[in-house]
């Protein structure tokens, strides 16, 4: 039976009644950056057993609230440690690019849940706010030498650049 908000279900004599989310806080993105190019979140999700991180290439999202499969580049269960530092950092280093970020938190019930049936609105609950991250490209990094063979004429120059995972032609001007 629905009664303003929550449902009541009467079980063997026992009384149950859930709240939904309603009345919980979503998880808060405090900050996001990168250390070498590995994503980095501050967040906040106060009694929070499951926290999940998401981040796309795209902000596109299902009606679920997740990011869409195809444009997803991370997802990661966190450790208990680090819902408790509040600090997520990736293991794997990212391309430069611009990424979206959310944090997913479910509660708690033994926290979240209180004895007398009522819902503890501090609890974290849900998807946060969509927090951009942007990775900018390095500088390209170049390495020239010449070598001059001393039974000729002849002057061999190298030049090499580290532009990241791009292709580009170079040439040398003489």
């Not at 600090?87 to 959310?102: A, C, D, F, H, K």
């Not at 002849?154 to 090499?160: A, C, G």
Request: proline share 7%; glycine share 8%.
């Amino acid at each position: 039976m629905m009664r303003g908000g929550f449902l009541t279900l009467a079980v063997c004599g026992a009384t149950l009644a859930w709240s939904g989310t309603a009345l919980a806080a979503p998880p808060v993105i405090l900050s996001v950056g990168h250390q070498a190019r590995h994503p980095v979140v501050v967040f906040s999700a106060p009694k929070s057993d499951h926290v999940v991180i998401e981040m796309a290439t795209k902000p596109d999202r299902g009606t679920d609230g997740s990011f869409f499969s195809e444009n997803q580049v991370e997802f990661d269960l966190m450790t208990d440690s680090e819902i408790a530092a509040g600090r997520w950092l990736s293991e794997s280093q990212i391309n430069p690019g611009t990424y979206y970020v959310l944090v997913r938190a479910s509660p708690d019930f033994d926290l979240c849940y209180l004895d007398d049936g009522s819902y503890d609105p501090s609890c974290a609950d849900g998807y946060s706010s969509m927090a951009r991250l942007v990775v900018p490209k390095p500088p390209i990094r170049y390495v020239v030498g010449a070598t001059r063979q001393t039974y000729s004429a002849t002057v061999t120059l190298r030049i090499s650049a580290t532009p990241l995972g791009e292709r580009l032609p170079y040439r040398a001007a003489t």
